[in-house]
């Protein structure tokens, strides 16, 4: 640290001046401590490990850990923002200060974090020359994600895909929530605030460049041909940063907090398109988005049915001719037609079980018994409140305005119905946003025509899940895909389903995941 008088940086407004001052000097006690301490250690190794080459650095982490022992350590506790007692440009000579005055608690890893999995937020970041960062003018940094450094070039480590987890998930868990990290730039030339050290300090140092807002992240081939993390980072002004939360965020609980208002309809939210269905649906489906946006969904037709090819679709020959809404699942040929003879549906006209992998055959137009039938849940439509929101990043989603609860019926994935050698599909079918591919060479192509199912987001931990429901025809090659609640779902809660559910996507090319859950594995389809 830089051996000057201390100046004020933007804090809380409760702290005074007197507390500021106190708590820098207690943070320079622990750097003359440690300096003197680690030292003393290494001269001691000197004379008793003469061939040992890592003297310096068994001393310094001998040093941090008996100072922490003593409890001797500065801000042990994680924290967003900036440090109590370290001021933007402070230098210091080795990674080990960083950890002992609690700039970013980590001996070795360039990415420091709090909290676990989806609650994770990064806290600090170290850039040095190990992986290819960039700084440009500006104060714009491009920073490389952590895991299997992709510079390494020996047999026994070579490099690998890097994992959206750890420092990974952190780091874009706080884009995604937009929360600062503080950023410690490894810099060349030596640190001239410790004599006692001058035949063995290295050619560089580490400086305090301040607070960094995650604006952008980007997964790309690496010098070796391995993916690789990018995370576009800009400095934030010290006007700026004063806005940013100091406090502790103690894990699971508070980033929970945040999440869950992040998926309410906030008061900011303005309704661009109060009825995007045009009145087919029971309850009209609004488009919202916050004030500072004005995009609206590019015009596409909204269909409540599935549009097939008439030499494609077979219809119904046949059904059941019970009397009595089919409660008597013995009788009803239509029951029978499912796994085990059983009826999918409880008397609450929800799944009985909602993991359960099958096929659904309902009640349909062919049968005798009347619209109550138990039987006939997902033909009958939308039965929630839903609304289209643009999401902080992965573009527009779609969330329920009421509670859900498990086993209900959410809605049918709705486009036409279009075959790869058809002209609507072209060539290549994926080159569609909104093309989702049941197998068989079929794919729904919801770009043209289609419903709210074209706007649901994929997650690696769903709370929907798919089923293939037949009713209306006897083709098993082209069933209906329907979307049910996997657990209850609360309002204000956005709703997603697993694209690896079946043989592609109805939504986005991007094979990155941005759903934040615990179980991501950083790509939409495995």
């Known amino acids: 640290m830089k051996n000057e008088e201390w100046s004020p940086y933007i804090t809380s407004s409760d702290k005074t001046l007197k507390e500021k001052t106190l708590k820098r000097q207690k943070v320079n ?245 109060n009825d995007i269905s045009e009145g087919k649906e029971k309850h009209p489906i609004r488009v919202v988005t916050p004030i500072s946006c004005v995009e609206k969904p590019k015009p596409f037709g909204y269909l409540v049915k599935m549009s097939y090819p008439k030499m494609n679709h077979s219809t119904l020959g046949g059904g059941c001719d019970c009397e009595n809404a089919c409660v008597d699942s013995l009788k009803c040929v239509c029951m029978a037609k499912n796994n085990g003879g059983t009826i999918a549906y409880g008397a609450n006209k929800r799944l009985v079980s909602p993991t359960k992998p099958s096929f659904i055959y309902e009640c349909g137009p062919s049968c005798a018994c009347s619209s109550s039938c138990i039987n006939r849940v997902s033909q009958c439509g939308i039965q929630f409140q839903l609304e289209i929101f643009k999401t902080n990043w992965k573009g527009w989603g779609v969330r ?43 794919f729904i192509d919801a770009s043209r025509h289609g419903n709210i199912g074209r706007f649901i987001n994929h997650s690696c931990c769903p709370n929907l899940c798919m089923k293939d429901v037949m009713y209306d025809h006897n083709d098993k090659s082209q069933p209906h895909k329907m979307l049910f609640a996997l657990k209850d779902i609360a309002a204000g809660r956005e709703v997603s389903y697993d694209y690896n559910c079946c043989k592609g996507n109805i939504k986005g090319l991007s094979n990155i995941c941005y759903c934040g859950s615990s179980q991501c594995n950083g790509c939409i389809f495995n």
């Open 29 to 273: 006690k622990a750097l003359s401590i440690f300096r003197g301490l680690s030292h003393k250690l290494y001269c001691e190794y000197k004379l008793s490990e003469v061939k040992n080459f890592n003297l310096k650095t068994k001393a310094l982490t001998e040093a941090a850990m008996i100072m922490k022992e003593k409890h001797q350590w500065e801000n042990t506790w994680k924290r967003l923002g900036h440090v109590d007692g370290i001021e933007v440009g402070d230098h210091f000579q080795y990674r080990a200060e960083l950890v002992v005055i609690g700039l970013h608690q980590q001996f070795r890893n360039g990415i420091d974090f709090l909290g676990k999995g989806e609650f994770s937020l990064a806290t600090s970041i170290v850039v040095t020359h190990r992986y290819d960062n960039v700084r440009k003018s500006g104060g714009c940094l491009v920073y490389e994600g952590q895991g299997s450094n992709p510079n390494v070039r020996t047999r026994a480590a070579a490099p690998r895909d890097q994992k959206l987890e750890g420092g990974n998930l952190a780091l874009r868990n706080s884009m995604i929530a937009r929360k600062p990290v503080r950023v410690i730039l490894k810099v060349c030339g030596k640190f001239n605030g410790m004599e006692e050290w001058k035949n063995t300090v290295s050619d560089y140092s580490y400086v305090y460049d301040g607070l960094y807002s995650i604006d952008r992240m980007s997964q790309d081939r690496g010098q070796f041909g391995k993916l690789v993390f990018k995370f576009v980072l800009n400095k934030i002004s010290d006007k700026s940063a004063s806005v940013f939360p100091r406090d502790v965020v103690k894990g699971r609980e508070t980033f929970l907090k945040r999440q869950n208002s992040k998926c309410h309809a906030l008061d900011k939210d303005v309704i661009r398109i």
């Open 400 to 442: 329920t305005r009421s509670f859900i609860p498990s086993g209900s019926f959410v809605c049918e994935l709705i486009g036409e119905l279009v075959h790869e050698n058809n002209e609507k599909a072209g060539s290549n079918p994926h080159v569609n946003d909104y093309m989702f591919n049941i197998g068989g060479g079929r």
